[in-house]
């Protein structure tokens, strides 16, 4: 029988990634079972282990997956399954979250728990806006309040004349049903109706939108830009130092939709890079990585190691996959490469290679094959042995370069790309002429050419007259261009990192 489990209940924070705390990060990582809240970033789910039980239990406006009542039965009878779950919360577990009742039946059926305190979005979230909810200047205090009380109370616990009264700064959550009443409260309690108020929806986040007015103009404005669920409503003085304060919503791709077109698990970087400078991301994976079903070729390569005077890795892919064949399939280690050189395509490959404790002898200053070739002839490599492991399909510039130079070149497979499977649904809305990206990125010329394989021909002619396609790199734009994608945005450093910061000098050359 299962040694009985244990349960932590932990804040995710407001929404950004980043705002996790590391304890919190810790539990998803070890957890067993994660039964997770609507508004937990569901990014923070890519660090959970590959075998973990993901439980989706959130909740939205009049409309709950799972009663409350239920989730508590679920988190005790997981733990006594013998099982670590995570109880992940938007925000802090005691901020609104009703984890002190979930944890209260844990305590009364004996289970143990943990709470993981959250960057509640209370104070976050104005932040994110550029509203502190303190300033010595004009106030030196503030009050956090539901909007949305138990609807079963026979009356409110929310003094609004007192809150009126008070001076601090109020900070409402889940009050966008009843900003409308809220509002008349507080003017009833003696507010001046000229007092700012700020309504901000999906804080912290690439949705972030903050609606400004005053206690009369502010349910007006809310309606006109269409605000909905969820909101933080800050009312109050510091509402006016947004003017200097905003920072979030002046990133340089603020409000852009960029498609993302990697595999899914190398999709991160490129998405989290894209956020950090205010870009919404749109995942769409191309390709996916998978092994080859005869690795024959590769066994007789690694048992000849020590015959070769080079080896060549062309991407980080490669360096991964050969690795974990080496160390996990053949019971050997790093030593296998004997003198043996090592060179690689690029910087994000070399630093894949670090990994496993080696340092690149060959690095070109452009990331394509032509470059590395050229960086190669500062060596003799006549009659030298050559080792390139690379993917299945892949351009031969390399290998033939190498062998007119008079080497003895070996190309081994040690992965294979394949099409993803193309995403109905966001297909669908695109069809439509919704949410349609504003830039769409390619990171190699395989995710250009099954991107034009997976997208129907009416919604890349939809997206011809609107989007923007950007390139890693020549090799990418050449395949771009042979398959009637303008290029309108070249990365000059062709790493992930380069992309980005070209995307960006696009935009603020645009402005």
């Not at 008349?184 to 949705?207: F, M, Q, Y």
Request: net charge neutral; charged share 20%.
């Amino acid at each position: 029988m299962n040694e009985q489990g244990i349960v932590y209940l932990v804040g995710a924070g407001p929404g950004d990634l980043d705002l996790i705390t590391v304890r919190g990060l810790n539990c998803i990582e070890k957890s067993d079972v994660i039964v997770y809240d609507q508004l937990v970033n569901e990014f923070l789910l890519q660090y959970a282990n590959p075998q973990a039980e993901l439980i989706n239990v959130g909740k939205t406006a009049g409309k709950h997956t799972l009663p409350q009542d239920k989730i508590n039965q679920l988190l005790v009878d997981k733990a006594r399954e013998g099982k670590i779950v995570c109880r992940l919360k938007g925000g802090d577990p005691f901020i609104f979250g009703r984890g002190a009742e979930e944890g209260e039946c844990l305590f009364d059926a004996g289970i143990s728990f943990e709470i993981i305190p959250g960057i509640s979005s209370s104070i976050a979230v104005p932040a994110y806006a550029g509203i502190p909810v303190t300033h010595r200047e004009c106030v030196s205090g503030f009050t956090v309040v539901t909007g949305h009380e138990d609807p079963l109370k026979n009356e409110s616990l929310v003094n609004w004349e007192q809150l009126a009264k008070s001076g601090n700064t109020l900070v409402i959550l889940m009050g966008m049903g009843n900003l409308s009443v809220i509002m008349k409260h507080l003017i009833a309690g003696g507010l001046s109706e000229d007092t700012p108020v700020a309504v901000i929806h999906r804080g912290t986040t690439p949705k972030q939108k903050t609606i400004i007015g005053n206690l009369n103009t502010i349910v007006r404005n809310v309606e006109k830009a269409g605000i909905t669920h969820p909101v933080v409503i800050v009312v109050g003085n510091v509402v006016n130092y947004r003017e200097k304060l905003n920072w979030f919503e002046t990133r340089p791709l603020w409000g852009k939709k960029i498609l993302v077109t990697r595999t899914r698990q190398q999709i991160g970087k490129l998405s989290a890079l894209l956020q950090e400078q205010g870009a919404t991301v749109l995942e769409y994976p191309t390709i996916q990585i998978t092994s080859l079903p005869d690795y024959s070729l590769l066994d007789k390569a690694i048992s000849n190691l020590c015959q070769y005077d080079w080896v060549l890795f062309t991407s980080q892919n490669g360096v991964e996959y050969f690795f974990n064949y080496l160390m996990e399939k053949r019971n050997l280690d790093t030593r296998s490469l004997g003198s043996a050189k090592v060179g690689v395509i690029g910087p994000a490959t070399a630093l894949e290679l670090k990994k496993y404790g080696i340092t690149s002898d060959c690095i070109p200053d452009e990331y394509v094959a032509e470059s590395l070739l050229k960086k190669l002839d500062e060596y003799d490599l006549k009659n030298k042995k050559v080792l390139i492991l690379r993917a299945l399909s892949a351009r031969d510039v390399l290998p033939e370069g190498l062998r007119m130079r008079g080497a003895l070149v070996d190309v081994v497979p040690v992965y294979e790309t394949k099409p993803a499977v193309p995403d109905r649904g966001i297909c669908e809305q695109w069809s439509s002429g919704i949410n349609l990206p504003d830039v769409v990125t390619f990171t190699s010329s395989s995710t250009v050419t099954n991107f034009i394989k997976m997208t129907p021909v009416h919604v890349l002619d939809l997206m011809k007259g609107k989007t923007i396609f950007a390139s890693i790199g020549p090799i990418t734009s050449k395949t771009m261009e042979e398959n009637k994608l303008k290029v309108s945005i070249e990365a000059s450093e062709y790493t992930i990192a380069g992309l980005v910061k070209a995307i960006q000098l696009y935009f603020q050359q645009k402005k």
